[in-house]
């Protein structure tokens, strides 16, 4: 065979859609002709082709080619054909798993594979991620259980690494999910080295990397975070994938928000815009645009997040549930407070700060008791004022937040208790108090 065979070629080799003599040419060419070819393969061809070995070029001279060729050929066929049992008996697994908790795992069949059984407590440990982290994370643990039951003979050594990396990965997220941050490394330290002993799979990366960054920004590590979605917006945006090179960079300009730069967040925000499909996924469209209001608010750019807050009226349908939607009516307070319609922002902010007890977040109720006593003193309420302090000062201490913050808060207290308070003053502590939500190196500028 002179030309070489196209990926989509390759990738039908374990297909019924190429004529045999196609099939053994191909065969021919990635055993014998091109390494180059053998390397581009798909991992499950890759695998199969050098489970036996290579061939060698005394077996070709001697006229044993086609053997060769056939022993290689029938391999990947029965390794294929295995691979889609496995696949229909997860998928029949799925719906067993989907009707309850852990007691539905005794009635899968007692003669079902392993890798079957890991793919399908996997699909299930995911579907739990909103519902029951508790449950998501005990799915995902016996997933990983199975991995470790998958032989190399059957699959090929660094095929079953990747399982187990993906395994890992899941269980790392499911335990991040739950907050269990410390078991959620481990994961993802074993998830990490089984990776670099498997295949090296570009897209397992790109799957293992997005599970890493969101660990990584649960523990404030913005810098690493970002430096993975980095990698995997440059990776979609390669593969001709907009729309989740999109997601990527929107995780990342929260990120820079977060870890303090508004600016380069609003940049790479806006940049997502372009990329995601808001038909496909409104929500994601919405988290955008909510995000760029936050920011802008943050920077004091008030008109402007005015104006993107009367965009985003079309997709309030997309916001999610209460809280989503709260956070949301906060944001419009905190712009008529800048804008100065105190009355207004009053009125918000008191609903925000009791809706937030209603839903037991103490700490954005007490932070809504701040946004309330600033416009009270823009309003010349100074007593009202120092009574939302001291309210807010009872929540934060009842907290135990970190040493800074709790003399900020004692510092306001007091000063709004001598009437030496200000409207300036009260916002500068809110906004400190707010950014060490994000990242607890902040420190209060006085």
Known sequence: MTEHPSVAEISALLSKILP????????????????DCLS????NIRALLKFEGPVTYLEQEQGETDAAIGRAFNLAIRHQRHLDRERKSAQKAEKILAKGGLETTTRLPLRMGALAKMEALLTRSWALRHENPKLMTQFALLAAECAEQLEARTYGIEQVYDFRCRAQAELGNAYRVLAQLGEAEHAFGLARRFFELGSRN????????NLEASLDAEKLRYKEACTSLAKIHTYHLQNGNDHLAGRALL?????????????????????????????????????????????LVDLGDFREAEK???RLRPLHPHAGGRIPKLHLRWIGGRIDAGLGRSDRAENIFREVRETSLELNRAYDSALASLDLAAVLLAQRKAR???????????????????????????MLRTACEMQLATQTMVERVAKFLRRLENDPTARFES
Do not use: W
């Not at 815009?273 to 496909?280: P, Q, V």
């Not at 009202?384 to 808060?409: G, H, N, P, Q, W």
């Open 20 to 35: 045999p003599k196609k099939q053994r040419q191909i065969l021919a060419h990635l055993l014998f002709e091109c390494t």
């Open 40 to 43: 581009q393969a798909p991992i």
């Open 202 to 209: 570009e897209l397992l990366e790109i799957r293992l990397l």
């Open 251 to 295: 995780k990342r300009g929260l990120y820079e928000g977060y870890a303090g730069d508004e600016r380069k967040a609003l940049g790479l925000l806006s940049d997502s815009l372009k990329l995601i499909d808001a038909e496909r996924e409104p929500s994601l469209a919405y988290a955008v645009r909510h995000n760029q209001i936050l920011f």
């Open 308 to 310: 993107q807050l009367f």
């Open 384 to 410: 009202e004022a120092t009574e939302e302090v001291r309210t807010a000062a009872k929540v934060f201490i009842a907290l135990r937040i970190d040493r800074e913050a709790f003399m900020t808060i004692i």
